[in-house]
């Protein structure tokens, strides 16, 4: 999607509709698991509660684009 949306431009709208549905019926389908819902709270839960400890913000990782 992010490759049909830089090569696309404005036309994005238009012609990257397909790359666009493939990429909701995936999140739809991560958003509804409830096994990752929990590791992503998990997760949350213990980088709140090392801030909360320390007051020193951890750096985001930044994820690779499946491009």
């Known amino acids: ?4 949306c830089q ?8 012609k990257c509709r397909q790359e666009n549905t ?3 019926d ?3 389908g991560y958003y509804s698991d409830p096994l990752f819902y929990e ?3 998990t ?3 213990k980088q ?3 801030y909360r400890a320390t007051g020193i ?3 985001r990782q930044k994820l690779s684009s499946n491009v």
């Open 1 to 4: 999607f992010t490759k049909c």
């Open 7 to 14: 090569e696309n431009g404005l036309l994005m709208v238009v």
């Open 22 to 24: 493939a990429l909701k």
């Open 26 to 28: 995936c999140l739809v």
């Open 39 to 41: 590791e992503c709270k």
């Open 43 to 45: 997760e949350y839960l």
């Open 48 to 50: 709140r509660e090392e």
């Open 57 to 59: 913000k951890k750096k």
